[in-house]
């Protein structure tokens, strides 16, 4: 079971307290009026009176006013102390911010044109997107890791919380203006559902994946995957080729003891 931490995500519960408490002032007031037979003014003053428990010393006539009030006074007052009390928590644990950022982080993303869209950032995904930062290539981070999501955002990089197998999530990476996706995720039957839901979202968008079994990989490009990566047989071949040729050099990722201190 995944639970959602993108602090957007509480916005809207946020938009429905403050909703309910809207309706319920002026329902509350329309009824005082009709019953009591009050102005507007007087009518949402015994409201306010009733939901804050200010008692300023005014009292409805009607038996259904009265019950009204008393409806106010348990249920309203309750209602107004846990909004006041979540914005309280918004505001404090530093989510506003977090969220005006997220904002800003959306309005770059819908700006970018010929980007890549990079799905996972584990072992492989992080020196793909070291080299992508390293050219200067705009690229975006789609990983379900919360953790990582928000160091990649604290060092200014574009990473989106969330399954790149979502659409709605490749559309707010901006598939549709996007060049390439790459999909490294680790799990090849992930990253056939990520390639299947890319092409839904945009048939024309170019695919690389990474692979971890050759007859996977031919399932990939089957279902329109441009290039595969099988980062063993990649290794294993480099290796080999370092013995044959009797010397070990850095070439595509082969590394010698000085090059990793």
């Not at 009050?38 to 428990?53: E, G, N, P, Q, R």
């Not at 909004?83 to 989510?95: A, D, M, R, Y």
């Not at 007859?215 to 080729?241: D, H, N, S, T, W």
Request: charged share 25%; glycine share 6%; with cysteine.
């Amino acid at each position: 079971m995944r639970f959602n931490l993108d602090p957007r995500s509480r916005l809207p519960s946020l938009k429905m307290v403050f909703v309910v408490i809207i309706a319920v002032l002026i329902v509350s007031t329309a009824i005082i009026r009709y019953y009591d037979n009050k102005s507007w003014i007087d009518s949402f003053f015994l409201v306010i009176d009733s939901m804050t428990h200010a008692h300023f010393g005014t009292y409805p006539e009607a038996t259904t006013t009265k019950f009204l009030m008393v409806f106010l006074t348990v249920f309203g007052y309750g209602l107004l102390i846990y909004f006041i009390s979540f914005l309280v928590e918004f505001f404090v644990s530093g989510q506003l911010m977090e969220v005006m950022g997220m904002r800003r982080i959306d309005k770059e993303i819908g700006r970018m044109m010929d980007h890549i869209i990079l799905c996972g950032y584990g072992r492989v995904g992080s020196v793909v997107g070291t080299e992508l930062s390293d050219n200067k290539i705009p690229f975006v981070v789609i990983d379900k890791d919360n953790d990582i999501v928000e160091k990649l955002r604290s060092e200014g990089v574009h990473a989106l919380w969330g399954d790149a197998t979502d659409v709605s999530l490749l559309k707010e990476a901006g598939i549709d203006r996007a060049s390439f996706l790459v999909t490294v995720l680790g799990d090849d039957s992930e990253t056939i559902v990520a390639i299947l839901t890319a092409k839904e979202a945009k048939p024309s968008i170019r695919i690389i994946a990474r692979s971890s079994r050759e007859e996977m990989a031919k399932r990939m490009f089957q279902i329109g995957a441009e290039r595969i990566i099988l980062p063993e047989f990649v290794g294993g071949q480099e290796i080999a080729q370092s013995i044959l040729n009797k010397q070990l050099c850095k070439n595509k990722g082969l590394f010698t003891e000085d090059d990793l201190l």
